[in-house]
């Protein structure tokens, strides 16, 4: 228990040493730190609208911490969930127009998530295999075909998906009527159930089954996965299409759920915002939801509360950088304690 | 120089167990050992890079805390490693500037100076603005020298010197060494050849198992002929000729028993740094201890892999009871009973902080009753556990202790459990006692015979003859990857056995 609140300690201190230090600095830049806060707050978490605006923000982003938290806890780095999820979300929302009216609404809905999964686990595919049997480091691989993503679907929206009657480059709109059903009239789609389920499933699988144990292994210690009988060729692989997958999931579930539409030039990033909470989270499933939260109030909340203090957005993103330094520093000192016992 | 009661602990193993040495000016001391006896850890600390847990390092006689490598160069303490240091595309005058203060780079002329001095100090020729890396290796080990007493000369540590060299190259190098000494430097020369120890050598100390077995000063060195330092030498290394009564400890095996395992023609691929197989064959009778000797790094760990299945076979068919198991991966030959207890405990024996109760059951990952429909019963894993802990007498807060923490000897009890659980048939045992204490290494002899007893095949890969003749019937000795011969254990299987091991042939 004691280690318990210890881990939690050390999972927090970050974020608060860091809401604090940019406390000072919103101080010296001669803004009022807790109206700046109050603000984040009232838009978002005291605010019926604006916790359902958190609520959608945060269901693609729980997909991918679900991805992330695969591939992490079996020591593989799939830094290429943006491409995965961005190519999956081109794919939806191509052929998502015509599904829905060609097929029963949650056939075709079940479809389009397959082709999601489907074509991310796909993508991931060269540097799954590159891994598996040829040992190529998947940080550089998966982040390069990321790059590629980018452009291929770019590329795609401009061409073959195009909606030629529109003179902005982008694909047909999925009507309104057939996006995912929402709750009880809020602004939350059923996609955002979806994805909390999804992360507690994944966190299930990691931590109380024999398929999690055996991934589990290959991430601590691949030579003792080895020579306990595993097949870490054949996990790897398994490991890079479920990270992809879920990722891809993230982009049906974001177009489905809120967009409806690409445009060429879109590409959210989500998938490298998620790396620093996971690491936050230490790949626990059910923490990563409190953090991808505090994330989406911060982005959510922020965004207004910056503009009404009169400052640049990318104030936000100095608060992000403090928050990962600050770990690292923590992290760095807890380990160091630990050495000298 | 003197480093006494030098004592170092990593997890898991004793690396060095309260070992005096000491360096005389004017002379070459050869610290000889098999590959994990400790020599590199105690040059380590003599470098700076490794700090002793206990014990002191005195230079003429006050005592010194070398804290890092900086601190060792400005004692006059050199190190040259076995594997290359220097940066290729930098020329010989570039290299051994590197590692000079920022504030006060050394001047063209006082660097010319210094290494037309150092030069003649080795006796050789230096161009200083040759490319290092278009140099010949021998070359590049004597810039590695001269980088080592660039800045003072007073120590220097060979680790290895010779191991990258063409026997040419090892005459010049044997040649540099004697100048040096002659200078009046104290040279440590870390080796595991044992002619290099003669050819080079002054002063002798052995190490085995993280302890100081042997020692020989100058004058007795001086005064015995080759062919008896090196009989004296080898039976430090491996030790004494079994007395008559630990011959009757041996068990008798009756010689009429099914065959267990089958080995034939089996071949690996050569990797880099690592012997391959060629044409292994023999075969193991059930209740059997077949011994493996052979001086480290013959192709002992290969020969387990293979027959574990961790290592692909490039040739040959391992046969389980006469079925064939070639094509079999680690868990198919596991589950008919052919077991691997590994000599790397903690790199890929366990998962360090996985709890003793988890590492139990590694091997069973997903099989009932521990699993259940692919969900995990911890409550089973914990009862096995426990029981495991009583039958085994492992030492252990609880079995939720993350197992890195256990000691070596009860690591290796675990392990042990591990393999005797559910139906062993045949198991190779590689160095089962490496790194124990004695009362651990007593026990986990006494366990093998035990399973011999039981009608379990054993495969007994040991460097300690003293262990094989002990508890073996037939021992087999491994030479650069070959089985060079089988001896039958008896009273003179010893020398027989030493012979080979050295000479790869009787």
């Not at chain 2, 062919?227 to 039976?235: E, H, L, S, V």
């Amino acid at each position: 228990m004691r280690a318990r609140s210890r881990d939690a300690l050390r999972a927090l201190a970050p974020i608060i040493l860091a809401l604090l230090l940019g406390g000072v600095i919103l101080a010296a830049l001669g803004r009022d730190p807790i109206l700046f806060y109050t603000r984040v707050l009232n838009r978002t978490v005291f605010n019926a609208s604006g916790l359902q605006e958190v609520a959608v923000l945060m269901a693609p982003l729980l997909l991918i911490a679900a991805s992330l938290i695969v591939c992490f806890r079996a020591g593989l780095w799939n830094l290429g969930t943006d491409g995965q999820f961005l190519l999956a979300a081109v794919f939806v929302s191509a052929y998502g127009p015509a599904l829905v009216v060609a097929l029963p609404y949650w056939v075709a809905i079940c479809a389009l998530m397959l082709l999601a999964a489907g074509v991310a686990a796909a993508w991931a595919a060269l540097p799954a295999l590159l891994r598996a049997w040829h040992g190529v480091n998947e940080i550089i691989s998966t982040l390069m075909m990321s790059f590629l993503a980018f452009s291929l679907s770019a590329f795609l929206v401009k061409t073959y998906f195009g909606d030629p009657e529109n003179t902005v480059p982008q694909t047909l709109v999925l009507p309104v009527e057939d996006r995912l059903p929402r709750i009880a009239e809020s602004l939350v789609h059923v996609g955002v159930v979806f994805a909390v389920l999804a992360v507690l499933v994944v966190h299930l699988v990691m931590t109380r089954t024999a398929f999690g144990l055996r991934l589990r292994i290959v991430g601590h210690n691949p030579r003792a996965a080895e020579h306990v009988g595993l097949h870490v060729p054949r996990l790897t692989l398994a490991v890079f299409g479920i990270s992809a997958a879920l990722a891809g999931l993230g982009g049906a579930i974001e177009i489905l759920g809120v967009r409806g539409v690409v445009r060429a030039d879109w590409h959210p990033g989500f998938g490298l915002l998620v790396v620093p909470l996971v690491f936050l989270a230490r790949f626990h499933g059910v923490a990563v939801i409190g953090f991808v939260a505090f994330f989406a109030v911060l982005t959510i909340g922020g965004e207004s509360a910056a503009r009404r203090a009169d400052l640049p957005n990318h104030f936000l993103l100095v608060m992000m950088a403090m928050i990962l330094g600050i770990l690292a520093l923590v992290d760095h000192l807890a380990a160091r304690a630990k050495e000298r016992g | 120089m003197r480093l006494s009661g030098i004592t170092k602990r990593f997890p898991g193993v004793v690396a060095n167990d309260d070992v005096t040495v000491e360096l005389f000016p004017g002379e070459v001391h050869a610290l000889l050992g098999e590959n994990g006896a400790g020599k590199s850890t105690l040059i380590g600390m003599l470098a700076g890079v490794q700090r002793p847990d206990a014990g002191t390092i005195s230079v003429r006689g006050e005592a010194v805390a070398i804290t890092s490598p900086r601190e060792a160069i400005r004692l006059g303490i050199g190190t040259v490693y076995q594997h290359a240091t220097l940066v290729p595309n930098m020329t010989v005058a570039e290299n051994l500037m590197l590692g000079q203060s920022w504030w006060r780079p050394m001047r063209r002329d006082a660097m010319l100076a210094r290494l037309a001095e150092i030069s003649v100090l080795l006796g050789v020729q230096t161009d200083p603005d040759a490319v290092a890396g278009t140099l010949s290796l021998g070359q590049q080990q004597q810039i590695e020298i001269m980088k080592a007493l660039w800045r003072g000369e007073r120590v220097l540590v060979l680790d290895e010197p010779t191991s990258m060299l063409t026997p040419q190259g090892v005459r010049e190098f044997g040649e540099v060494v004697m100048r040096l000494r002659d200078a009046g430097l104290a040279i440590v020369f870390v080796t595991h050849k044992l002619n290099e120890v003669l050819e080079f050598g002054d002063r002798v100390s052995i190490l085995k198992l993280g302890r100081l077995v042997g020692h020989i000063a100058p004058e007795r060195l001086r005064a015995m002929t080759p062919g008896d330092a090196t009989a004296q030498i080898i039976d430090m290394m491996f030790g004494r000729e079994p007395k008559p009564n630990d011959i009757g400890l041996r068990r008798a095996t009756p010689p009429d028993g099914a065959v267990a395992l089958t080995v034939e023609g089996l071949c690996t691929a050569p990797e880099a740094r690592q012997q391959g197989l060629s044409d292994i064959g023999f075969a193991l009778r059930v209740g059997e201890v077949f011994g493996i000797a052979g001086v480290d790094g013959n192709g002992q760990k290969q020969l387990a892999e293979a027959l574990a299945g961790q290592l692909r076979a490039s040739a040959g068919r391992v046969l389980l009871g006469g079925q064939d198991v070639t094509v079999l991966g680690v868990a198919g030959r596991q589950r008919l009973g052919l077991r691997y207890l590994t000599d790397d405990r903690l790199g890929e024996g366990t998962v360090g902080a996985y709890s003793v109760g988890l590492n139990l059951v590694l091997k069973q990952v997903g099989e009932a009753p521990f699993w259940r429909r692919g969900l995990t019963d911890e409550a089973a894993i914990q009862a096995h556990a426990e029981s495991m802990i009583t039958r085994y007498d492992i030492r252990t807060p609880s079995a939720e202790t993350p197992i890195a923490r256990l000691s070596g000897g009860n690591i290796q009890k675990a392990l042990f459990g591990r393999e005797m659980s559910n139906g062993p048939r045949v198991v190779i045992y590689n160095k089962p006692t490496y790194g124990l204490d004695l009362a651990n290494i007593r026990l986990s002899r006494q366990r093998i015979r035990e399973a011999a007893d039981a009608g379990v095949a054993g495969l007994l890969i040991s460097t300690e003859l003293d262990e094989l003749l002990e508890l073996c019937d037939r021992i087999g000795v491994m030479y650069r990857g070959r089985l060079v011969g089988i001896v039958e254990n008896g009273p003179d299987a010893g020398p027989r056995i030493g012979q080979l091991m050295v000479a790869g042939s009787a």
